[in-house]
Structures are given as C-alpha cells and as structure tokens.
C-alpha cells in the first residue's frame, strides 16, 4: 500500500507510532479524528499528514519532537537525515532530506515503506464518515 502524496507530506511509519505515541496507534488515531479525511490519511505501514507551507510542516514537527519522536539528525545546526519521520515535497520529488525507509514515487504522486509492495495508492478519498480504512 502507499500514501498519496500532496504540497507538503509529513509521513510516519505506523510501526514508529504504536512505539513512541503515547497511548499508542489507537491514541493517534483519536487524536486526529476529525482531521482523517481531510488532510490526514493512513495505509498499513505509513501515516501522512500535510501541510501548505514550511512554517506548518514545522509546526508539526515541534509537535511530534514534543511527543517524544526522533525527527532528524544535526550536524551543527544543520538537518541532514529523517529519523522516525519523513518531510516529502512532492513537486521537488522526493523527501527534503536523507531518509532511510521510504520510497517516493514522484511520477505517481505516492510514498510506501521501503521493503513493502507500493499497492494500492491511499488518499483522503478513501475515508468518509461511514467507511475508514483500520
């Protein structure tokens, strides 16, 4: 499965989640109802949320840092490679740094875990109030 990709993607393994999250991928989940649909979807192996602009790709990861994620590594002050998520602008191809476990399909405008089939492409399309993907 894979994750559609759009403007700014901000993409965390689902496995990452149900380790570091406190209260687990059931909280996260919860935490984030009334966004899925919107601009947070999910597959099997990765969780995407977006944004517009640096300043909220930002945002999100003080938020997720402040949970207790590891999200990149420094040198100096510099960022040189994602840790437990990964920030992908879509039209520039690919992720903004170094990262290990993901896989971008620029082309297809989609994301999937390294090592697993790219799948079925996961958008806001597949969630509505009567039918979410688990």
């Given at each position: 499965m894979s994750v559609h990709l759009e403007f700014i993607d901000f993409i965390i393994?689902?496995?990452v989640i149900k380790e570091k999250?406190?209260?687990g991928w059931g909280k996260c989940l919860s935490d984030h109802e009334g966004l899925i649909g919107g601009r947070v979807?999910?597959?099997d192996y990765l969780f995407r949320d977006g944004a517009m602009s640096p300043n909220d790709?930002?945002?999100l990861l003080d938020?997720?840092?402040e949970l207790g994620f590891n999200t990149h590594?420094?040198?100096g002050k510099k960022p040189t490679k994602w840790i437990d998520v990964?920030?992908?602008e879509r039209m520039f191809g690919g992720a903004t740094l170094?990262?290990?476990w993901i896989k971008v399909d620029a082309v297809g405008d989609f994301a999937y875990l390294k090592g697993k089939p790219a799948g079925e492409v996961i958008s806001r399309n597949n969630f509505n109030s009567d039918e979410r993907v688990e």
């Open positions: 393994p689902v496995h999250y406190p209260g979807w999910y597959d790709i930002r945002h938020k997720w840092s590594i420094e040198v990964c920030v992908v170094e990262c290990d």
